[in-house]
């Protein structure tokens, strides 16, 4: 059964607003276990994320050490010339951390499950401006080509000889720098073109439009928010001690 992207939206905050609210490492581990529940009960992939997440865990690993580094409390897990490197609370507070940003990215993914324009029009449902919803539309858009034409520059790069494993760090930033300038230039004509079009169009000419697109809500989309609203409500109140 199709549902609807209200429905999608609706749950997404909840989880959203969950993850940023809990602090409790045993609280985050299960509201992520409910996030990847949710993932599989909508028919999100999940194996192309996980990879992606698996080469930003360099990353994740440092920001672990700077968290332990600036978090008192907790003991002394190594040391490096007197100075704390890794404790038992900074190490619990960079843990924390990573579980929080995946459960917003899988979260995320159930969004990005529906068709796009269906997001839009589930936006414009809830009563938000049509040019709010027609800007996330072209966010939703504009990123996979942002993406596409950084990844065409680095691919030119490289076929002029660059390798971009084996050069410094230094030089490897600074190319970077030089890569990523004709891709924003590049997003910014698109964007610019986009402009025009939707003004030759009479964008923003009436304060309302309408679509031949209407959306209803079904009995499955209320229970599937009563559920989720319900896993939700039970992580939150084990994080706060509410029930035992």
Same mark, same amino acid.
């Given at each position: 059964?199709?549902?609807?992207?209200?429905?999608?939206?609706?749950?997404?905050?909840?989880?959203?607003?969950? %993850?940023?609210?809990?602090?409790?490492?045993?609280?985050?581990?299960? &509201?992520? #276990?409910?996030? &990847?529940?949710?993932?599989?009960?909508?028919?999100?992939? &999940?194996?192309?994320?996980?990879?992606?997440? =698996?080469?930003?865990?360099?990353?994740?690993?440092?920001?672990?050490?700077? +968290?332990?580094?600036?978090?008192? @409390?907790?003991?002394?897990?190594?040391?490096? @010339? @007197?100075?704390?490197? &890794?404790?038992? %609370? @900074?190490?619990?507070?960079?843990?924390?951390?990573?579980?929080?940003?995946?459960?917003?990215?899988?979260?995320?993914?159930?969004?990005?499950?529906?068709?796009?324009?269906? /997001?839009?029009?589930?936006?414009?449902?809830?009563? #938000?401006?049509?040019?709010?919803?027609?800007?996330? #539309?072209?966010?939703?858009?504009?990123?996979?080509?942002? =993406?596409?034409?950084?990844?065409?520059?680095?691919?030119?790069? +490289?076929?002029?000889?660059?390798? #971009?494993?084996?050069?410094?760090?230094? +030089?490897?930033?600074?190319?970077?720098?030089?890569?990523?300038?004709p891709s924003v230039i590049k997003a910014l004509n698109r964007a610019r073109f986009i402009s025009l079009s939707m003004e030759s169009r009479g964008f923003r000419a009436y304060p309302d439009r309408t679509s031949y697109c209407k959306l209803s809500m079904r009995g499955m989309d209320y229970v599937?928010?009563?559920?989720?609203?319900? %896993?939700?409500?039970?992580? /939150?109140?084990?994080?706060?001690?509410?029930?035992?």
């Amino acid at each position: 059964m199709k549902i609807d992207p209200r429905t999608k939206i609706i749950i997404v905050f909840l989880i959203s607003s969950a %993850a940023v609210m809990i602090t409790e490492l045993s609280s985050l581990l299960f &509201l992520l #276990l409910l996030t &990847l529940i949710l993932c599989r009960l909508f028919s999100v992939a &999940l194996s192309g994320p996980i990879k992606k997440l =698996r080469k930003l865990l360099y990353f994740l690993v440092v920001l672990a050490l700077i +968290q332990s580094i600036f978090t008192p @409390g907790g003991e002394v897990l190594v040391t490096a @010339g @007197g100075m704390r490197i &890794l404790t038992t %609370a @900074g190490l619990e507070t960079g843990i924390s951390i990573i579980i929080r940003m995946s459960v917003i990215v899988f979260s995320a993914l159930i969004i990005a499950s529906a068709p796009a324009m269906d /997001v839009v029009y589930g936006l414009i449902a809830m009563k #938000l401006p049509y040019e709010i919803a027609f800007m996330v #539309l072209l966010s939703i858009k504009f990123l996979p080509l942002f =993406r596409e034409e950084f990844a065409d520059s680095l691919t030119a790069v +490289q076929l002029a000889g660059a390798d #971009l494993v084996k050069i410094p760090l230094k +030089q490897k930033l600074s190319l970077y720098s030089y890569v990523l300038t004709p891709s924003v230039i590049k997003a910014l004509n698109r964007a610019r073109f986009i402009s025009l079009s939707m003004e030759s169009r009479g964008f923003r000419a009436y304060p309302d439009r309408t679509s031949y697109c209407k959306l209803s809500m079904r009995g499955m989309d209320y229970v599937a928010i009563i559920a989720a609203s319900a %896993a939700v409500l039970l992580v /939150v109140s084990y994080n706060f001690n509410i029930i035992g």
